[in-house]
């Protein structure tokens, strides 16, 4: 008799030390097991032992996994959320160019053109003779319809006149082309003024931005260029993102290089199942 009443209390002691609980299910399938929603009214603490409390985090931290075995912890995350209805910058493309255009200089006449508009063919001689940075081509995508796209495009120009000691000038302007069709565009001159101690050489910084807004969705190619408007002498040397000779000592291809950023910025919506 004695030995059947130990019996059941060692069998009652080990259902107590490896009882499961279920919530919601009565096949718990560990320690405890939850069907269903639950509501935490306090602090999650984590890590905890029979000897102390679990750690409750900080403000900001997410619980994260170690993975099979260990307890989860709570980490700092750099994670920029997202909310629905803000618009979030998704990607930005960055590309230089050191090659520029040299095909507008000395002798080349200019096309006279002082007029554009928003949607002109790249390759369309009546809007005038562009000539394209080729290292600033880009290719990027867009996803959602409604967004915006900022252009930041920057670049050296210089102008080396044939006389050091009389004023000359070249009006230019450079664009932007999204598939083959002008976007943006900004005009401006470079004026060489008596500047004996440069030997006739102007440097000029260049910049154009512009924001684009609700462009289609799809894949879309960026391209740069830029034209001679007018010249007040032909022989004038003149070049965009370079230097107009490698043996002058007033600048380099480096010091005048092109970039052009793009940044795609999209309107945030998330899609329910």
Excluded at 92 to 98: H, K, M, V
Excluded at 122 to 129: E, F, N, P, Y
């Amino acid at each position: 008799m004695k030995r059947i009443i130990y019996c059941c209390a060692a069998g009652l002691l080990s259902l107590c030390v490896n009882a499961q609980v279920g919530i919601g299910t009565i096949a718990p399938k560990s320690t405890l097991d939850v069907n269903g929603k639950t509501t935490l009214r306090k602090e999650l603490r984590v890590g905890g032992t029979s000897a102390q409390v679990g750690n409750a985090g900080l403000n900001g931290q997410v619980l994260v996994s170690q993975g099979e075995g260990l307890p989860p912890v709570w980490k700092s995350l750099n994670v920029s959320f997202m909310e629905e209805g803000q618009y979030k910058l998704i990607n930005s493309y960055l590309s230089s160019d050191q090659t520029g255009i040299t095909a507008l200089s000395s002798g080349v006449a200019a096309d006279n053109v002082y007029k554009n508009n928003v949607g002109d063919d790249i390759v369309d001689t009546s809007k005038g003779r562009w000539s394209k940075i080729t290292g600033l081509e880009n290719n990027f995508i867009i996803k959602n319809g409604r967004n915006r796209l900022t252009y930041q495009f920057q670049t050296g120009v210089e102008m080396k006149a044939p006389s050091a000691t009389t004023s000359q000038s070249v009006t230019f302007t450079c664009g932007v082309f999204r598939n083959g069709k002008l976007v943006a565009v900004r005009p401006d001159k470079i004026v060489s003024n008596n500047n004996t101690e440069k030997l006739g050489i102007q440097d000029y910084i260049f910049t154009l931005n512009y924001t684009e807004q609700n462009v289609p969705v799809g894949t879309h190619k960026l391209e740069v260029a830029c034209r001679k408007i007018n010249s007040s002498n032909l022989n004038s040397q003149f070049t965009v993102g370079r230097n107009v000779s490698d043996t002058n000592t007033a600048s380099n291809a480096f010091t005048l290089e092109s970039v052009m950023k793009i940044d795609v910025i999209e309107y945030v919506t998330y899609k329910s199942n």
